[in-house]
Antibody, heavy 119, light 108 residues
């Protein structure tokens, strides 16, 4: 069955960087894109960007341009999201979410990774 | 970017009642690329509806979606206890993909 398993919770200081992983299984890794979406405490969902695991191409939301980097490792079927210059407003749960290439629908989500940014 | 506005913010209903949730877009959603998700506390969102009206695999038929252009609706025909949750709409036809702010369906 399809599984997206994310790395564990992180606590970082302002100005630091964080790298969150999303290890996939149960499907052909390079046949589906992957979104990253975040959710601040008691807030809604915010799209951060998308990566094509087949060729590593990415598209980022303008808000995160210059601070976010999405990469992938095809040997381990894992995608990564690195966010730099962290500030308190980046405290949120970060989700990876699989995208069906043929209709762009997000059909599976990781369990989420809580990032806390605090001095 | 396309802004999605959901209404109402909170819907207080009893089990067995009908729930009607609205999602309005600031501009037309391309090819009805509109999805609905359900989220319960401590869980990731779950896909309910895509393409405005297609139910995802395993979703009960009490959930239905309708609409096109800028106005979309999620209807839950008879609320079950497990349906009390927050519901989000999302458009995925135009980058950046955007979400509505959510509608909470709570027990009256």
């Amino acid at each position: 069955q399809v599984q997206l398993v994310q790395s564990g919770a992180e606590v970082k200081k302002p100005g630091a960087s964080v790298k969150v992983s999303c290890k996939t299984s149960g499907y052909t890794f390079t046949s589906y894109y992957m979104h990253w979406v975040r959710q601040a405490p008691r807030q809604g969902l915010e799209w951060m960007g998308i990566i094509n695991p087949s060729d590593g191409s990415t598209s980022y939301a303008q808000k995160f341009q210059g601070r976010v980097t999405m990469t992938r490792d095809t040997s381990t079927s894992t995608v990564y999201m690195e966010l730099s210059s962290l500030r308190s407003e980046d405290t949120a749960i970060y989700y990876c979410a699989r995208v069906r290439v043929y209709d762009s629908v997000v059909d599976y989500w990781g369990q989420g990774t809580l990032l806390t940014v605090s001095s | 970017e396309i802004v999605l506005t959901q209404s109402p913010g909170t819907l207080a209903l009893s089990p067995g009642e009908r729930a009607t949730l609205s999602c309005r877009a600031s501009q037309s959603v391309s090819s009805s690329y509109l999805a609905w998700y359900q989220q319960k506390p401590g869980q990731a969102p779950r896909l309910l509806i895509y393409g405005a009206s297609s139910r995802a695999t395993g979703i009960p038929d009490r959930f239905s979606g309708s609409g096109s252009g800028t106005d979309f609706t999620l209807t839950i025909s008879r609320l079950e206890p497990e349906d009390f949750a927050v519901y989000y709409c999302q458009q995925y036809g135009t980058s950046p993909w955007t979400f509505g702010q959510g509608t909470k369906v709570e027990i009256k």
